[in-house]
């Protein structure tokens, strides 16, 4: 299975992740969405900054998940994996500002990053704000 993360730029995240600074995507939701249950080990992770082309890709080592979060749950998330996140533990209190209301957690955790050709997508049909997109083959929404 193929996958598609797109980032925002200002976090320098696809830099955090080739450098390999940022070994887990995490994602955080209010509601049981994509990648949840969607994704497992060995899978592709294809990565684009918002409104630019894919440019990096990971494989999947690992994937846990994390439901009916609360602010005990979050912290102890955020404390324990604050650094494979890729940020530092000076920010795990904005982090849990941000996250509080959210209710499942999705760790991804990365290997073997690479940089790719860059490439385009179509994401028609998946929503214009669309943050993550799982596909059985990329090559299904790249434009050429």
Avoid at 19 to 44: G, L
Avoid at 59 to 86: A, C, M, P, R, W
């Amino acid at each position: 299975m193929d996958h598609l993360a797109i980032v925002n730029k200002k976090r320098k995240i696809i830099k955090k992740i080739l450098q390999k600074e940022k070994i887990i995507e995490s994602r955080w939701y209010k509601t049981k969405r994509a990648p949840w249950n969607k994704i497992n080990k060995n899978d592709t992770i294809y990565f684009k900054n918002s409104g630019e082309p894919v440019v990096i890709k990971a494989i999947v080592d690992k994937v846990i998940y994390f439901s009916d979060l609360n602010i005990e749950k979050l912290t102890h998330i955020l404390n324990t994996y604050h650094k494979e996140i890729g940020f530092n533990k000076d920010k795990i209190k904005s982090c849990v500002d941000l996250y509080c209301d959210k209710k499942y957690c999705i760790l991804i955790f990365l290997k073997n990053p690479e940089e790719i050709k860059p490439f385009k997508i179509d994401k028609a049909g998946f929503g214009l704000m669309s943050a993550w997109i799982t596909i059985n083959d990329i090559d299904k929404i790249k434009i050429n």
